[in-house]
């Protein structure tokens, strides 16, 4: 065990290295620069297109894609991970999670834009779309290999990755450990719950995602805006240790055990690398559900689901790094992620209240991630496979990975998690860079038109 475990570090450390990093960040900031900050400028107009009606083809509303892209984003990596993050990479891993997520708002525009402009139907009539797509569209029949990649890389994630067993693993290690369930009764119930849901397709996901998601995140960021308004004086400390870390060569975090060293690229890596199993920016699932959308505009579209990006990381992971780092809990090296995210929020909150907190957090986050990524496994395997039937097959396996996942060990979960969302991210962000011509024009040729009707309405009104 312990030989795999240096051969998993191994391969995340490089593929996680400088080719990737630079890949992932100069997408973000290539398409910053030439959508002229869209991210910062049309970030009131992408709140306000949220909650417009929107008409078109498409299997569910834009509210309801942003609810199910919210819902796979919104994970125990929002929660743990960022502890887990904070742990290896230090305060300063905060910081690259946010530039990750600044950069990686523009990112989302374009795969969101690009997979309703490329989108498809199946033989069923439902919609299909995402990177798979929009290479084999886009880019052309010789790139048919590539979106093939994707799509097999797409469905391994979602089986080994981000979709089960980290999910299944924080939910079952949580519960036991806040409420004295028994592991195999946690496991049984999940696996139940999470096969009734997806059975019922995109549709019954949605739903699902339009109820939790709004419950959720008010409970779990208003329980932590309430310990940071609490123990506001140790805020400017925290923001002071975030930024410092973030550039130094090195810096050091560390209990009585002994002190640990962090150097700026493993601060760097662990923040953009949580950063984008947080909110998914690059890694080309959420543009696959983004397809789905019932829209005539690719553009409003892209606008709306960039939003998710802000309110996974910018507000959702922020919460959850501040109150560990203001509690002063990290430099109590040997705490694991879970234990350290627990005893923060506990030391916070009177009565253990936080670990209660933290538990149905744990619980609600984790189990819509498992709803989203089974749909995006669905639809690599369509396209692999080219027949609804395999679409029932996979969704046996995945409910088959559930069952499994409480009884695997965090460790390795962790690692194969980074090493798969790599691999899907390197086809997608090829493909958005071929492709970078395609967004532009589509957003200029969006707010020129929107332009000209300001224009014409403001005359009509003056004459």
Known sequence: MDTFMVLLEKIQTFIWGPPTLILLMGTGLYFTFKLKGIQLFKFPKALKSIFEK??????????????????????????????????????????????????????????????????????????????????QNGMGEKFRWLAKLFAFFGVVTALLGCGTFPQVNA??????????????????????????????????????????????????????????????????????????????KESAIGGATGTAIISFMTAMRTGVARGVYTNEAGLGSSPIVAAAAKTDSCVKQGLISMTSVFFTTIVTCSMTGLVIISSGLLEQSTLSGSVLVTQAYNSGLPFNIGMYMVAVGIIFFSFTTILGWNYYGERCILYLTGSTKSIKLFKVVYIAAIAAAPFLTLEPIWLMADITNALMIIPNLIALLGLRKVVVEETKKYFDREERTKVNVSRTVTQ
């Open 54 to 135: 929107e008409e078109g083809a498409g299997d569910v509303s834009p509210f309801a894609t942003l609810c199910t892209t919210l819902a796979a984003d919104i994970g125990t990596g929002s929660i743990v991970g960022v502890a887990t993050a904070l742990r290896i990479g230090g305060p300063g891993a905060m910081f690259w999670m946010w530039m990750s997520a600044l950069l990686g708002m523009t990112t989302k525009y374009a795969e969101a834009l690009l997979a309703v402009k490329f989108r498809v139907k199946d033989e069923n009539g439902e919609i299909a779309g995402g990177p798979m797509y929009y290479i």
């Open 171 to 248: 939910i079952t290690e949580s519960v036991s450990t806040s409420f004295h369930i028994p592991v195999i009764v946690i496991g049984i119930v999940v696996t139940v719950l999470t096969a009734v849901v997806t059975l019922g397709g995109i549709k019954s996901i949605s739903k699902v995602a339009q109820f939790v998601v709004p419950f959720m995140a008010i409970f779990f960021i208003g329980g932590s805006f309430v310990i940071l308004a609490w123990n506001y004086k140790a805020l400017p400390a925290a923001f002071a240790e975030i930024f410092s870390c973030a550039f130094s």
